[in-house]
């Protein structure tokens, strides 16, 4: 069963803008991960977060996590038309912290406008 | 890093036939998934592919309508059985490397259409 939302479902901003999207989850985690799909097809990892850690920083993108609130956001700054995709987050709920039992949001469409 | 390689790319299907979906890794992995995404919607766990033994299937999910076999550590097929169009979906393979990383890598998928 789906326990991630995300929201906004759709977002839409031009290029240079930054772009904010929020996760929230419903049970205990191992570690909160951010996914990108290109035209519905494969997932390509963006960023991971530790449930012991609260910001992380790879390139252009920036992560949070609240695990009191359980919830998430991925900022990406200084957007680009190439940065056009669904984004999904995903928690890692594996038993005895096996890894890999990851359960996804309902992911973010954003489009980058040039 | 891992290479996965998922076969067909995509198929169309008639209802009541079955589909067999590969997915080859070019090195040896801890863990294997199967996942479908509907139409428009997020990916869903099907089951872990368990080397040398019977898959672990999520709620939902049974083996008779989705038989998985994994020989060995670097190939795992997922059998879609007496398709219905309810079936049309993107289905995924993914691969964790666990020693290294918890992240997972996916392959390109395949999309199926069942008339």
């Known amino acids: 069963s789906q326990q991630g939302e995300e929201d906004p479902q759709a977002l839409s901003i031009q290029e240079g803008e930054n772009a904010t999207m929020n996760c929230s989850y419903k049970t205990s985690i191992n570690n909160l991960q951010w996914y990108r799909q290109n035209s519905g097809r494969g997932l390509v990892h963006l960023i991971l977060?530790?449930?012991?850690?609260r910001e992380k920083h790879s390139g252009r993108l920036r992560v949070t996590l609240d695990t009191s609130k359980k919830s998430s956001s991925l900022l990406i700054t200084a957007s680009r038309a190439a940065d056009t995709a669904s984004y999904f987050c995903?928690?890692?709920?594996?038993?005895?912290?096996?890894?890999?039992?990851?359960?996804f949001g309902q992911g973010t469409e954003l489009s980058v406008k040039p | 890093s891992a290479v996965i390689s998922q076969k067909p790319s995509r198929d169309i299907c008639q209802r009541g036939t079955s589909l067999t979906i590969q997915c080859q890794v070019d090195s040896q992995v801890t863990m294997m998934f199967w996942y479908r995404q509907q139409p428009g919607q997020s990916l869903t766990l099907i089951a872990t592919?368990?080397?040398?033994?019977?898959?672990?299937?999520e709620s939902g999910f049974v083996i008779d309508k989705f038989p998985i076999s994994r020989p060995n550590l670097t190939f795992s097929t997922l059998t879609v059985s007496n398709m219905s169009p309810e079936d049309s979906s993107i289905y995924l393979c993914?691969?964790?490397?666990?020693?290294?990383?918890?992240?997972?890598?996916f392959g390109s998928g395949t999309q199926l259409s069942v008339l």
């Open positions: 993914s691969v964790g490397l666990f020693a290294t990383n918890e992240k997972l890598f």
């Open positions: 977060i530790r449930s012991n850690e």
């Open positions: 592919a368990n080397q040398g033994s019977e898959a672990t299937y």
């Open positions: 995903a928690t890692d709920v594996s038993l005895y912290n096996q890894g890999g039992k990851l359960i």
